[in-house]
Nanobody, 119 residues
Framework: QVRLVESGGDLVQAGGSLRLSCAASGYSSRIYFVEWYRQVPGKERDLVAAITRRETPDYADSLKDRFTISRDNAKNTVYLQMNSLKPEDTGVYYC?????????????WGRGTQVTVSS
């Protein structure tokens, strides 16, 4: 079964750093275009960052100075490095990705990983 799994969320103090991972698993699955979203209760998911398979990144304007998206295609994993964290970065971070498996491209959501930044 093909799926996406996020990890790396934690409770951290303001000013700290976290690295989130989004890993694809499943028979012959390859991860292509990936986006990270953040959601807080009562609000829609907001786009945080995106990356193509050729490693071209894109960021929400307000985050590009602190967040870095990267990928390791050999590991089928995308990362989100978050530095100088602020309480307003708190939320559930979701990975959304195009996965190619057995000749079929489909999109998947992960189940999310919780990031909590204390002041």
């Amino acid at each position: 079964q093909v799926r996406l799994v996020e990890s790396g969320g934690d409770l951290v103090q303001a000013g700290g750093s976290l690295r989130l991972s989004c890993a694809a698993s499943g028979y012959s699955s390859r991860i292509y275009f990936v986006e990270w979203y953040r959601q807080v209760p009562g609000k829609e998911r907001d786009l945080v960052a995106a990356i193509t398979r050729r490693e071209t990144p894109d960021y929400a304007d307000s985050l590009k100075d602190r967040f870095t998206i990267s990928r390791d295609n050999a590991k089928n994993t995308v990362y989100l490095q978050m530095n100088s964290l602020k309480p307003e970065d708190t939320g559930v971070y979701y990975c959304y990705a195009e996965l190619l498996s057995i000749g079929t491209m489909q999109v998947y959501w992960g189940r999310g990983t919780q990031v909590t930044v204390s002041s």
